[in-house]
């Protein structure tokens, strides 16, 4: 398998750390996505969306959209629950993760740190850090009663939603009012075979 991806992206992390989880070998292809690399003929071959991850299989089929690609993996490992309840649970803060978090705290961090600010960024500011304040408090909520966020059991959604929180703080949020988040991330950086969102060992050598 290839997971062609940006290093610093979040998206892209969560399935490095699920396939790290799993211990599955598998090669790192990275693109700069400031610079357009993902807008190649080459790569749109790959996801016409012109967006990573992409997740590369042997038999030559990708499968795009990183919440998609958990999903596949997950199937038949303790990261995806066998109860039907549990299973939508998941779906459910995988979603929250789709609308609520990352469309504001994913878009800040990236703005700082790889695309820059400009004035219609600087318009939307303040909306997207309310926006991500509230899905953090949603979270804290949820944390302060439970160890992970479905079944007492550490799952892709744990995956999907630490991603982006574990790295708030580049986007400017204040992770330090939120105890049970900071406990959950602690948490999950203990799991044996967990990776940090720099680790690039699996990188396809040039």
Same mark, same amino acid.
């Given at each position: 398998m290839?997971?062609?991806d940006y290093l610093p992206s979040g998206n892209g992390y969560k399935i490095r750390l699920l396939l790290s989880l799993l211990g599955q070998d598998y090669q790192l292809k990275c693109y700069d996505i400031v610079q357009g690399e993902t807008h190649t003929e080459a790569f749109l071959k790959l996801n016409a969306n012109g967006k990573i991850p992409v997740l590369e299989f042997d038999d030559g089929r990708s499968l795009t959209e990183s919440n998609a690609i958990l999903y596949y993996l997950a199937q038949g490992t303790p990261y995806w629950p066998e109860e039907l309840w549990q299973q939508s649970q998941v779906l459910r803060w995988m979603n929250f993760e789709q609308y609520s978090h990352e469309p504001n705290i994913a878009t800040l961090r990236f703005w700082l740190g790889h695309a820059g600010m400009n004035q219609q960024r600087q318009a939307q500011w303040a909306d997207k850090k309310a926006a991500?304040? /509230?899905? $953090? #408090?949603?979270?804290?909520?949820?944390?302060?009663?439970?160890?992970?966020?479905?079944?007492?059991q550490f799952s892709i959604a744990d995956i999907a939603l630490y991603a982006y929180t574990h790295v708030a703080e580049e986007a400017e949020f204040d992770l330090s009012t939120f105890p049970a988040i900071q406990a959950w991330c602690y948490a999950i950086t203990q799991t044996t075979n967990y990776v940090d969102?720099?680790?690039?060992? /699996?990188? $396809? #050598?040039?």
């Open positions: 290839i997971l062609h991500g304040y /509230a899905a $953090l #408090k949603v979270m804290e909520q949820h944390l302060s009663e439970h160890p992970y966020f479905v079944g007492e969102i720099t680790d690039d060992s /699996a990188r $396809l #050598k040039p």
